[in-house]
Structures are given as structure tokens and as C-alpha cells.
């Protein structure tokens, strides 16, 4: 495990087969917005700014983060950008969740008539005349997934949509999706906690060329090596309900932190940037075509996660890290029951 002493550069990688080239690093915005307790919004401003500055060109984010707050958040600074990093920067757009007034979760609408209605809203937020990558954020159970992918299509055609993205389906609905049209990437959580893609999902998705955005990747900030066992969340921060943050499964999970942390101290580099970069490797693997999403809200996390670029993994380093964090070593699932219900990728 080494590092480059040079200024970071961000190489691309392309989204699947159809997709665009990208960073090789996106930023995920929604803790800019909401789920993570209260956000500095200018410097929520100055890190997308940031992560321009860098090269990052993929901004991640959803209709609902913030019931609109962000897709607005990310227009502003993309506004206030320099006009070269705002032509480079690409937007991938989750939408479908509905919600209540109160901030509930109460289902996904996938109807074709709704995916109209929620893009022609993300646009006007954005202020622009097109969504780079679009997607529905989980699977509508009472609509085919061959409507829901066809009318994106149809937004495509009419060139208000670039490419056509998919959210946590399973391999079945990735198979029955791209036949309908080209998918450029399935944004699905993957982890070194968080490996169940790696059985059937991943290998449908590099079989169909489809890219893999991965979210999660520091599994919420619990496998960041900032995360403290006496550390009080927030109010309004989701992981106050998340099984990996509960009890025995925090000390259990944290455990498998402090084995990473050994390794990373060892060769001089952060728990995040080794989380990171292993998830860089697993694409680097299999051709590049694994892009990790992110999630900084400040710049210095920004700048720490960008350092993951620089950090090279060798046989020896892989293996190392398999061994301090075994696959299914995580204590607790991903989401509350609830939610867990709601991914075609977990059924």
C-alpha cells in the first residue's frame, strides 16, 4: 500500500458499456441535505465547489433529499462554479420516494406518468434542460420495472435525459431493465461491510456492461475511522435507527474498524482512504468500472477522501484487509426492517 506524493489528479471511468466517462470519485450530496442532522449550506456550497476544483464531475442526488433542498443546494453552486467545472459536471438523479410533510417515507411511484412529472420538477430545481443519469430510487412493486425504465427512455428521446441509471434491483430486474434499453449503472451500496452485490448482482452487471456507482462506502461514516463509540447523533440523523449503529452491533462493527485502522496506521494512511480505495480495486479488477460515490459534506473530508486516489492496493494489502474484515463480518443489516423491505436488491 503506497501513496503518490504528488497533487491528486482524478482519473475517469466510464459508466458501463453506454455510459459516460466520469470521475473516478463522486460526490454524493445528500447529507447536504438531509438524513444526517443539521448542514452548514455555504459550506456545503464550498466543498461541491471543491470537488470541481479537483476534478470530481459526478454530483449524486436525489429529488427528495430535502424534499428539493438539494437538487436547489447543487443548481447554486453550480451557478456560482467557474464556467469550465460547471460544463464538466454531470448530475445523477435518484427520484420516486414519496413523502409526507413531516419528512415520512411512504412508498415509490414509478407509473410513467410520474417519472414525467418528477423529472420535468428536477429540472426546473437544477435549472437546466437535462438530467445526465436518471433513476428510480427503489423498485415501485405495483409497476413493471420495463414501464418505469421505458419512460426514462422516452425522456431520453426527448433529450431531457442523457442516460438511464437503476437504484438496489437485483439481478433479475437489471436483466429484464436492460432489455428494454441501455443502463449505464446501477447505484447500489458496497462496502467492505456491505458485500451481498458481490454473489450474483455485480457479475449480471459486468456481464450486461453496466458500471456500478457504489454508495456506502464508508458504510454512513461507521467504517470512516472517525466514528466514536460514545459518539451522540444529532436529531434528525437517520443512523440513530440503523442496526449497524445499535448496541452490541456499534462495537461489533467498530471492532472491525480498529483491525482496519492497524493496516492503514501501518502504511500511513487513513481508515477512510483504505475503505475507499479497496472498493477502487475491486473495480480496478474488472476494468474500471466501479465509481464510489462520496458522501463529504466539509472539505477536509473531501480532501481525505480524494487521498484514497492516491493510495495503491497490492495482493498482499487485499489480502490483509479481507482478513481484518471478512465478508459478512458486519454486526446488523444496512437499513431498519422497514426499509430493508423495499430493496429489489436484498429479495
Known amino acids: 500500500m503506497t501513496t503518490n506524493q504528488n497533487a491528486t489528479t482524478v482519473p475517469t471511468r466510464h459508466l458501463g458499456a453506454t455510459g459516460p466517462a466520469v470521475s473516478a ?10 438524513l444526517y442532522g443539521e448542514s452548514d449550506r455555504a459550506e456545503s456550497i464550498a466543498t461541491i465547489h471543491a470537488a470541481l476544483d479537483a476534478g470530481v464531475t459526478l454530483l449524486d442526488t436525489g429529488d427528495f433529499y430535502g424534499m428539493g ?6 443548481a447554486e453552486a453550480l451557478r456560482s462554479a467557474p464556467a469550465a467545472a460547471r460544463e464538466q459536471a454531470l448530475t445523477s438523479v435518484k427520484f420516486g420516494a414519496l413523502r409526507t410533510v413531516e419528512g415520512g417515507f411512504t412508498g415509490y411511484d414509478g407509473r410513467p406518468a410520474a417519472v414525467r412529472n418528477f423529472a420535468a420538477y428536477s429540472l426546473q430545481r ?19 420495472i420495463e414501464e418505469t425504465v421505458g419512460a426514462i427512455a422516452e425522456l431520453v428521446e426527448a433529450g431531457h435525459v442523457r442516460h438511464i441509471g437503476l437504484s438496489e434491483v ?18 447500489i451500496e458496497y462496502s467492505l461491510i456491505s458485500r451481498s452485490i458481490e454473489e ?25 475511522g472517525h466514528f466514536t463509540r460514545d459518539r451522540e447523533l444529532a436529531p434528525g440523523d437517520f443512523r440513530g435507527m440503523s442496526p449497524r449503529f445499535q448496541g452490541d452491533n456499534l462495537h461489533r462493527n467498530l471492532d472491525l474498524v480498529d483491525r482496519l485502522r492497524a493496516l492503514a496506521e501501518a502504511k500511513g494512511v ?32 473531501l480532501v481525505e477522501a480524494l487521498g484514497a486516489l492516491d493510495v495503491t492496493l497490492d495482493a498482499a494489502d487485499l489480502a490483509a484487509i479481507e482478513e481484518a474484515v471478512p465478508a459478512g463480518a458486519a454486526a446488523g443489516e444496512r437499513y431498519p426492517a422497514a426499509q430493508m423491505a423495499h430493496l429489489d436488491s436484498e429479495h
Not at 470519485?25 to 438531509?34: H, I, T, V
Request: hydrophobic share 45%.
Open 25 to 34: 470519485l463522486g460526490l454524493g450530496c445528500m447529507g447536504m441535505s438531509a
Open 170 to 187: 437485483g439481478a433479475d430486474t437489471l436483466r429484464r431493465a436492460a432489455a428494454v434499453a441501455p443502463i449505464a449503472d446501477l447505484q
Open 69 to 74: 433542498h438539494n437538487e436547489l443546494l447543487i
Open 200 to 224: 450474483k448482482i455485480l457479475p449480471t452487471a459486468r456481464e450486461l456492461g453496466i458500471g456500478i456507482t457504489a454508495y456506502g462506502v464508508l458504510s454512513r461514516g461507521l467504517i470512516s
Open 270 to 301: 487513513t481508515v477512510a482512504q483504505t475503505a475507499i480505495a479497496w472498493v477502487l480495486a475491486q473495480g480496478e479488477r474488472q476494468g474500471a468500472d466501479i465509481v464510489p460515490l462520496v458522501g463529504a459534506r466539509r472539505r477536509d473530508r
Open 126 to 144: 437544477l435549472g437546466t434542460d437535462h438530467i445526465d443519469i436518471y433513476r428510480i430510487a427503489r423498485v415501485d412493486p405495483d409497476v413493471p
